[in-house]
């Protein structure tokens, strides 16, 4: 979820990059190769640890994260790259990796694609939005060949994968199911969620947050009946059920108070019960005005519907 118009903390000094082996079924011992080992990859966004995270799998990147953090991939035989959305905290290294390894094939929602082929329009609207700061969040937005996308609208089979539309943060968020393992890679849908807490936001930045739609796609993750949600903010979730009624609660509670406050008092409400030890991871991969924006935007939206009903 890339921040709108917020702060953002300044950077910290990078150590080695962090990746993490994620055990599930079907990993075997010896020295024959791993089947089913997903890589949980920190990108140690702005340099804090346990913002950001991208996952490997058999040459495969599910969210590469942003360009600004891609030192953090670099070494990896890569083939292939699915997003769950074109938002730059998740795809924004997409062009630079497909430059770096130009026979990527590069997973995307239909109606994303055209903005990684031709990135001027997002460019435009971020940069209204982060001016200056724009470099430092991000780092460089490349265009993506029309030749390495491959669209999807939901329903497909590739790579292993099972692909479902599920809009809510995103209208052209997907979301991708691994069959062999029941991994299920939710990009946003899955909240933010900072470990060891399991303490969860529902990452609600404009401008298309539909929260019914979201409910759906909720819906649809669970009919899945994944093993774990792979989650990019931050890390997997080995609860699934009780994973997704965190989101659901969260994204009540949220629409409650940004109906009946500020944005002062929202952020003030939401940043109360952080735990302290993840307090800026939470803070840093889901600005708080951000989340009042989106929220207010869905709102209004709303609003404008019923009266033209």
């Not at 936001?201 to 774990?228: F, K």
Request: proline share 7%; net charge negative; hydrophobic share 40%.
């Amino acid at each position: 979820m890339a921040g709108v118009g917020a702060h953002h903390p300044r950077p910290i000094a990078l150590g080695q990059v962090h990746s993490v082996a994620l055990r599930v079924p079907f990993a075997h011992e010896g020295n024959c190769k791993v089947r089913g080992v997903a890589r949980l990859i920190d990108v140690r966004h702005l340099g804090r640890e346990r913002v950001i995270g991208s996952y490997e799998l058999d040459g495969l990147l599910i969210d590469p994260g942003p360009a600004s953090s891609v030192a953090a991939l670099e070494g990896l035989e890569l083939r292939g790259l699915l997003l769950t959305h074109i938002h730059l905290d998740h795809a924004g290294a997409t062009g630079v990796l497909v430059r770096e390894h130009p026979d990527l094939t590069v997973y995307v929602h239909e109606s994303g694609a055209p903005h990684l082929i031709d990135p001027s329009k997002l460019l435009r609207s971020a940069a209204r939005l982060y001016g200056d700061d724009m470099d430092r969040l991000w780092g460089e937005v490349a265009p993506v060949p029309e030749r390495n996308i491959r669209p999807l609208a939901g329903g497909e089979q590739i790579e292993g994968f099972r692909v479902a539309y599920t809009p809510g943060h995103a209208s052209h968020h997907v979301c991708y199911l691994h069959e062999e393992t029941g991994d299920a890679y939710v990009g946003d849908m899955g909240g933010v969620r900072i470990p060891p807490s399991d303490r969860t936001l529902a990452p609600t930045p404009p401008p298309d947050i539909d929260v019914e739609a979201w409910l759906a796609s909720l819906e649809t993750i669970s009919g899945w009946e994944p093993q774990r949600l792979c989650l990019t903010h931050f890390g997997r979730a080995d609860d699934p059920p009780a994973q997704l009624d965190r989101v659901r609660e969260a994204l009540r509670r949220q629409l409650e108070m940004v109906e009946r406050s500020d944005q002062r008092e929202f952020t003030e409400w939401l940043t109360a019960d952080l735990p302290e030890e993840t307090a800026e991871c939470y803070i840093q991969a889901a600005v708080p005005d951000q989340l009042y924006m989106g929220l207010e935007r869905y709102l209004s939206k709303r609003a404008e519907a019923a009266t033209s009903a």
